[in-house]
C-alpha cells in the first residue's frame, strides 16, 4: 500500500534540476543579454559624449558663408541658444527628463517583464529605442528641426522605451544562474553597462568629425540588428527548452520527513499532504504584487541607498566628458576616450567585489567600505592638476570604488533580493523588484542631472559638485549602514560558532 502511494505521489511531485552545470545555453544568455544591454547603454553614452557639439550646433553662429546675403538674425533663426554656455542648462534637462522618463518606465517595465514573454518585452524596447534615437539625433539634424519641444518629447520616449532592458536581461540571468557563484557571475556580466559605455564613447570619438548625427545613426542601426538577434536567439528561461521547471523543486523524501516531524502523520496521511504541498506550490507561483515586493525584506532599504548612489555615478555617466572638456579645454574626442577609464574602472570594482562577497557570504560589507574609500577619492579628483596620466589614474580609482558598488547594487544583490526563501511560492517576482531599485535609484539619478548644472552655475566652480558627490556617497553609506551592522554581527557569531566547533573537536580529540 505505502508503495503504491510513494509511486502516486512521485507522479504529482516534479523532480529538482540537475545541479548546477553550465550548458550552451547558459553561455549564450550571458552573452545575448550582455551584448543587449550594452548596446542600450552605447546609445545612452553617445548622447552624453556628443553634447558639447551638439551645445554648439544649437547655438548662434556669425554667418561666416563667402558672400552673405543674409543678415545674422536671418541666418541664426532656427538656433536655440546664444551661445554653448546657455545650452548647458537645457542638456542637464534632457538628461533630467531622460532619468525620469526611465525610472518612470522601469516600475511599469518591471511588473510587465514578469506577466509577459521577457525576450518579447526586451526587444520591443530596443528597436523602439533605435527609432527614437534616430529621430532625436539623425533626422533632426538632417532635416534642421531645432525644437524644444522636439527633442524633450522624443528623449523622453527614449527613457521610457529603454526603460525595458534592465529588468528584463537582470530577470532572463537570475532565471538562468543560481546563487551559488551569483556574484562572481554578476560582477562579470554587469559589466555591460560599461562595455556600452565604452563603445559609445568609441563610436562618437569615431564619427564626431563627420558630423554628431552619425554617431546616432550607426548606434541606431547596430541596435536594430541586436534586436533582431536576440528576438531568434534568446531564451528567457530553462523550461522554455526543458532544462528545468518553474516548480519549486521538492522532494518526495524531503517533503514527508517534514511532515512527519510537524504533525507526527506517517504512511498514508505523509503521501497525501506530499500531495497537496506540491500541487499548493505549483498553483500559487504567479506574479508577485508591485506593493508586496516593496515590502520584501531589504529592497526599501537598497532602493533608497541606490537613488543616492546611482546619482553619482550617472553624474559620471553623463557630465565626464563635458566636464574634461569645459575645464581643462581638451579636445571633445580625447575627453570622450579618457573617460572611458571610469567605466573600466567600475568594471574591475564589479567583478572583484562580486568575488569577495561571494567568498564572505554577504554583500553590504563589501559595499560600505568600498564606498567610504571612494570619498577621499573625490576630494583628490575635484582639485586635479591639467594632466591626462593623473587624471585618467584617479578617473579609474573613482570608477572601482563607486562604479563597482554601483554594478553589485543593481545586478547581484537585486537577483538576491528578487529570490529571496520568502519568495519560495513565486518565481515571478524578480522583475518587478529589478524595476523598483533600479527605478528609486533611475529617480535620484534625474534629480542629480537638475542639481549639477545649477551648483555648477551658481559657483561656478566645479569642486562643489565634487562636494555634493562626497555628500551623496556618505548618505549611500547610512542608509544600507543598519544591514552592514547586522551582517557584521552575523560574521562574528559565525567566527566564534567555527572557532567553539574547533575547540571542542579540540578537546574530544584529547
Not at 71 to 81: A, G
Not at 243 to 259: R, Y
Not at 355 to 382: N, Q
Request: with cysteine; hydrophobic share 45%.
Amino acid at each position: 500500500m505505502n508503495s503504491n502511494t510513494h509511486d502516486e505521489t512521485d507522479a504529482h511531485i516534479v523532480q529538482p534540476r540537475a545541479k548546477s552545470r553550465f550548458t550552451f545555453y547558459h553561455l549564450s544568455t550571458f552573452l545575448l543579454t550582455f551584448i543587449s544591454y550594452a548596446m542600450l547603454h552605447a546609445a545612452r553614452k553617445v548622447f552624453s559624449n556628443v553634447k558639447s557639439t551638439m551645445a554648439e550646433e544649437w547655438s548662434a553662429l556669425p554667418n561666416q558663408t563667402l558672400n552673405p546675403i543674409k543678415p545674422d538674425d536671418i541666418w541664426n533663426q532656427h538656433r536655440l541658444y546664444n551661445s554653448p554656455q546657455d545650452a548647458t542648462i537645457f542638456l542637464g534637462v534632457l538628461d533630467a527628463v531622460f532619468m525620469f522618463s526611465y525610472s518612470t518606465g522601469l516600475f511599469i517595465s518591471g511588473i510587465l517583464g514578469d506577466r509577459f514573454d521577457l525576450r518579447i518585452v526586451l526587444c520591443v524596447g530596443m528597436i523602439v529605442t533605435s527609432l527614437v534615437n534616430f529621430l532625436f539625433g539623425v533626422l533632426s539634424e538632417w532635416l534642421h528641426i531645432y525644437s524644444v519641444a522636439w527633442y524633450i518629447s522624443f528623449w523622453a520616449l527614449n527613457g521610457l522605451a529603454q526603460s525595458t532592458g534592465w529588468p528584463c536581461v537582470v530577470a532572463i540571468m537570475g532565471n538562468w544562474f543560481g546563487k551559488e557563484g551569483r556574484g562572481l557571475i554578476f560582477g562579470i556580466w554587469s559589466a555591460c553597462a560599461s562595455v556600452g559605455n565604452i563603445f559609445g564613447a568609441a563610436l562618437a570619438a569615431t564619427f564626431l568629425s563627420y558630423g554628431y548625427e552619425y554617431a546616432f545613426l550607426v548606434c541606431c542601426v547596430l541596435l536594430i540588428c541586436c534586436a533582431i538577434i536576440c528576438f531568434f536567439a534568446i531564451v528567457p528561461a530553462p523550461e522554455d527548452v526543458g532544462l528545468g521547471t518553474k516548480a519549486t523543486p521538492v522532494t518526495v523524501q524531503e517533503t514527508t520527513a517534514t511532515a512527519v516531524n510537524d504533525d507526527g502523520a506517517t504512511g498514508d496521511d505523509a503521501s497525501e499532504e506530499t500531495e497537496l504541498i506540491a500541487r499548493t506550490t505549483q498553483s500559487t507561483n504567479k506574479p508577485i504584487t508591485f506593493w508586496r515586493a516593496w515590502l520584501l525584506p531589504g529592497v526599501f532599504m537598497y532602493s533608497i541607498c541606490y537613488a543616492c548612489l546611482k546619482l553619482v555615478n550617472y553624474s559620471f555617466f553623463f557630465w565626464l566628458p563635458f566636464y574634461l572638456h569645459s575645464k581643462f579645454n581638451w579636445q571633445e574626442s580625447d575627453a570622450d576616450l579618457l573617460s572611458t577609464l571610469y567605466d573600466v574602472g567600475g568594471i574591475i570594482g564589479g567583478i572583484v567585489g562580486g568575488l569577495i562577497s561571494d567568498l564572505i557570504g554577504f554583500r553590504s560589507i563589501v559595499v560600505i567600505p568600498t564606498l567610504l574609500i571612494a570619498i577621499p577619492s573625490l576630494f583628490i579628483f575635484s582639485g586635479l592638476p591639467n594632466d591626462k596620466a593623473l587624471n585618467g589614474f584617479i578617473m579609474t580609482m573613482t570608477g572601482v570604488f563607486i562604479g563597482g558598488p554601483a554594478n553589485m547594487i543593481s545586478a547581484a544583490i537585486t537577483a538576491d533580493l528578487g529570490r529571496q526563501e520568502v519568495l519560495a511560492a513565486s518565481d515571478q517576482a524578480l522583475s518587478t523588484v529589478t524595476g523598483i531599485v533600479d527605478g528609486t535609484g533611475s529617480f535620484g539619478a534625474a534629480i542629480g542631472q537638475v542639481l549639477i548644472p545649477v551648483i555648477q552655475k551658481q559657483w561656478n566652480d566645479w569642486r562643489f559638485v565634487f562636494y555634493f558627490f562626497v555628500l551623496m556617497t556618505f548618505v549611500t553609506c547610512c542608509c544600507i549602514l543598519p544591514l552592514f551592522v547586522r551582517e557584521c554581527k552575523l560574521v562574528v557569531n559565525k567566527i566564534k560558532t567555527r572557532f567553539a566547533s574547533r575547540r571542542q573537536q579540540g578537546y574530544d580529540t584529547i
